[in-house]
């Protein structure tokens, strides 16, 4: 019998399951954590749509946006404020929660405020940054580098499990084409789908022109809706996105990250297809 990937292993992620062919889960926040009021709000309004269309929701935020083309470049609220806003949302709103990770000394710090832990493209070959956040016990989601075949993945995924990570997704979020635009491979979902992870498809990232307005990474949202559908076409285990209330002023990624007043529209689309 043809099937389009591999089933997965399922991950847990704060009571969230995914992978197993289960439905597809939803990993959406803002770029950069910028304020307390700013993370509260995304989370919730995310989690209230999430809840309205039946899709089980991570949200995800960064404290520090450490991979910055400019010395310009704003970062983010730093790791101590930023994880304490993370854990809020966390404990008080109980929505499972995702960051980032630069790293090897933040993981034990972020561990008690976070479910999941995020290695970001630029980051994925560390050995000693994937060895650490796999070493805190916490699930791991691994974005392909924009400069890796899929297949590179598999190996990335079995450095991970040696050190001991408790599950392990795969993000594919884009791959350099020239030198300011991504492409988005299809045939990535089913390749990573190979290592029996749970497959994350980015769908924000991948619409990045990085470096072409002055020092900072421009893109174009438009695709954003096309490349989602794409994904949970080839049975993607979770979207990911990054959404904004006002993204005209982000600090990062103003170009693709989705509006938060636009987003219901959006969840409706691809669950009125994809449900």
Same mark, same amino acid.
């Given at each position: 019998?043809?099937?389009?990937?591999? $089933?997965?292993?399922?991950?847990? !992620?704060?009571?969230? %399951?995914?992978? #197993?062919? +289960?439905?597809?889960?939803? &990993?959406? *926040?803002?770029?950069?954590?910028?304020?307390?009021?700013?993370?509260?709000?995304?989370?919730?309004?995310?989690?209230?749509?999430?809840?309205?269309?039946?899709?089980?929701?991570?949200?995800?935020?960064?404290?520090? $946006?450490?991979?910055?083309?400019? !010395?310009?470049?704003? %970062?983010?609220? #730093?790791? +101590?404020?930023?994880?304490? &806003?993370? *854990?809020?949302?966390?404990?008080?709103?109980?929505?499972?929660?995702?960051?980032?990770?630069?790293?090897?000394?933040?993981?034990?710090?972020?561990?008690?405020?976070?479910?999941?832990?995020?290695?970001?493209?630029?980051?994925?070959?560390?050995?000693?940054?994937?060895?650490?956040?796999?070493?805190?016990?916490?699930?791991?989601?691994?974005?392909? *580098?924009?400069?890796?075949?899929?297949?590179?993945?598999?190996?990335?995924?079995?450095?991970?499990?040696?050190?001991?990570?408790?599950?392990?997704?795969?993000?594919?979020?884009?791959?350099?084409?020239?030198?300011?635009?991504?492409?988005?491979?299809m045939r990535s979902i089913p390749l990573m789908a190979e290592s029996g992870c749970p497959i994350v498809?980015?769908?924000?990232?991948?619409?990045?022109?990085?470096?072409?307005?002055?020092?900072?990474?421009?893109?174009?949202?438009?695709?954003?809706?096309?490349?989602?559908?794409?994904?949970?076409?080839?049975?993607?285990?979770?979207?990911?996105?990054?959404?904004?209330?006002?993204?005209?002023?982000?600090?990062?990624?103003?170009?693709?990250?989705?509006?938060?007043?636009?987003?219901?529209?959006?969840?409706?689309?691809?669950?009125?297809?994809?449900?």
């Amino acid at each position: 019998m043809f099937e389009l990937r591999k $089933k997965s292993s399922i991950v847990e !992620v704060g009571g969230v %399951r995914l992978g #197993g062919n +289960e439905h597809w889960v939803l &990993i959406a *926040g803002p770029c950069a954590i910028e304020n307390r009021d700013m993370a509260l709000e995304t989370a919730g309004k995310i989690s209230e749509l999430a809840s309205k269309y039946g899709i089980p929701y991570i949200f995800k935020g960064s404290y520090d $946006k450490a991979n910055r083309l400019s !010395v310009n470049s704003k %970062r983010g609220i #730093g790791i +101590e404020e930023g994880l304490e &806003i993370l *854990g809020e949302i966390k404990d008080d709103l109980h929505i499972p929660t995702l960051t980032d990770i630069h790293d090897t000394y933040s993981p034990k710090k972020a561990v008690k405020y976070v479910d999941c832990l995020q290695i970001p493209a630029f980051l994925c070959r560390q050995t000693d940054i994937v060895a650490a956040a796999a070493r805190t016990g916490l699930p791991l989601n691994i974005k392909k *580098g924009q400069f890796l075949a899929p297949q590179d993945m598999l190996h990335i995924a079995e450095k991970a499990r040696e050190s001991g990570a408790s599950g392990i997704m795969l993000t594919e979020r884009g791959t350099t084409f020239g030198y300011r635009d991504l492409v988005v491979d299809m045939r990535s979902i089913p390749l990573m789908a190979e290592s029996g992870c749970p497959i994350v498809a980015d769908v924000s990232h991948c619409q990045q022109k990085p470096g072409n307005t002055n020092g900072s990474t421009g893109g174009d949202r438009r695709f954003i809706p096309h490349i989602a559908l794409a994904a949970l076409a080839l049975e993607v285990d979770a979207i990911y996105i990054e959404v904004h209330p006002d993204p005209k002023n982000a600090i990062s990624d103003k170009d693709t990250q989705y509006p938060l007043d636009e987003f219901g529209d959006f969840l409706e689309l691809l669950v009125n297809r994809y449900r």
